[in-house]
C-alpha cells in the first residue's frame, strides 16, 4: 500500500537511545508508513547518530538544548500533513490507528484532536486514565462520535495541524509536564472539540528514565499558571486553594510553589480567561478529577 500522507509523527526525546530506536522500529512496520520527525532535546548518549544510522528517512531536529514541549512545535514547523500524531520515544500507535484517525478528522472538521486508547507494556493493560477518557462527563453535540474531552495526552493523541499552530503551539513558559491543559483551553476557546475515540490504540511501555519528582514539580507549577491564566478570578482562586491543600507537602512541591508565584508578573499580563462555555466544561472536569485514581501530576 502507498503511504496514507494524511498524517505525520512527531516524537521529542532526551537520552533515551534505546526506547526510541525501538519506537521507530515499531512506526516503520505500521501500513500507514507516516513520515517521522524527532526532535533531540540536547541527548548526550548518541540518539541523533544512532537514528541517522538506523533510520535515515526519519527527520531529525537537533536545537541544541532541552526545549522541553515546544521541541514539537519545532517540528510542527515542517509538518506538511493536515495532520499531526503525538508520540513519546517510549510509545507507539497500533497498526491502522492513524488512518482511523485521519478518517475520522476528514469527516468531523470541527474536531481539532483525538486522543487514543493507551495500554501499558509488558502486559498490554489499559492506563488506569482510560477509563477516565471513556466515561467524560462533558456534554457533546449528537455529531461527535466519541466521549468530549477538555484536554488531551500528547503521547496519545491525533491534531489538525493548522489548529494547533492557529492556536500558538505548546506554550514556552511551561516547558513540559501537563503542557496540554493550556493549548486544549485554548483550542475550546477557538471552537474546536477534542475527543476520545475507542478504536485507536498507543502502546506504552514507560521508561526508566525519568525523573519523577521534578515532572511532578513542574506539572504543580504549570496547573497553578494554567490556571491563573485561563480561569475566571473565583474559579481560579477555588482551584488554587484546592491545590493548596492537597499537593503532597515535601521540598519538591514547595520549590514549585516558590517558581509559580516568581511568575506571576507575566502570568498576570499574559492572563486571558477562557469565555463562559469553555469555563463551564473546565469546571465539569474539575468536580470529576477531584474523585479520580488516575495518574495525575497534581492531586
Do not use: K
Not at 457533546?140 to 503551539?169: C, K
Not at 513540559?176 to 475527543?195: F, V
Request: net charge positive; aromatic share 6%.
Amino acid at each position: 500500500m502507498p503511504p496514507d500522507d494524511r498524517v505525520s509523527v512527531v516524537i521529542i526525546t532526551r537520552d533515551r537511545r534505546a526506547e526510541l530506536l525501538r519506537t521507530l522500529d515499531r512506526l516503520a512496520a505500521l501500513p500507514e508508513r507516516p513520515r517521522v520527525l524527532v526532535t533531540d532535546n540536547g541527548s548526550t548518549d548518541g540518539t541523533a547518530d544512532a537514528v541517522a544510522a538506523a533510520h535515515p528517512e526519519v527527520r531529525v531536529l537537533t536545537p541544541g538544548a532541552n526545549l522541553g514541549a515546544v521541541g514539537r512545535n519545532l517540528a510542527l514547523r515542517e509538518v506538511t500533513s493536515p495532520y499531526v500524531a503525538f508520540c513519546d520515544d517510549d510509545t507507539w500507535w497500533d497498526p491502522g490507528s492513524l488512518a482511523t484517525a485521519a478518517d475520522l478528522l476528514d469527516a468531523h472538521p470541527a474536531v481539532a484532536a483525538v486522543t487514543a486508547r493507551i495500554l501499558v507494556e509488558p502486559a498490554g493493560d489499559e492506563d488506569p486514565i482510560v477509563a477516565e477518557l471513556r466515561s467524560s462527563p462533558l456534554p457533546r453535540p449528537g455529531w461527535l462520535p466519541g466521549p468530549a474531552l477538555g484536554s488531551f495526552l500528547a503521547a496519545a493523541t491525533v491534531l489538525r495541524t493548522d489548529a494547533f499552530r492557529a492556536a500558538g503551539g505548546f506554550s514556552r513558559r511551561l516547558w513540559l509536564g501537563g503542557e496540554e491543559e493550556l493549548l486544549a483551553a485554548d483550542l475550546m476557546a477557538r471552537g474546536w472539540w477534542l475527543m476520545f475515540d475507542e478504536s485507536l490504540t498507543i502502546h506504552h511501555a514507560p521508561s526508566a528514565a525519568r525523573d519523577a519528582t521534578r515532572r511532578r514539580a513542574d506539572g504543580i507549577r504549570n496547573t497553578l499558571w494554567f490556571t491563573w491564566l485561563r480561569r475566571p478570578a473565583r474559579p481560579a482562586l477555588r482551584r488554587t486553594a484546592h491545590l493548596l491543600r492537597t499537593v503532597p507537602r515535601d521540598r519538591a512541591t514547595a520549590g514549585a510553589l516558590l517558581r509559580a508565584a516568581a511568575g506571576l508578573p507575566w502570568v498576570l499580563r499574559d492572563r486571558d480567561p477562557v469565555p463562559p462555555p469553555v469555563e463551564a466544561r473546565l469546571r465539569t472536569l474539575e468536580t470529576a478529577q477531584r474523585a479520580s485514581t488516575a495518574r495525575r501530576y497534581v492531586g
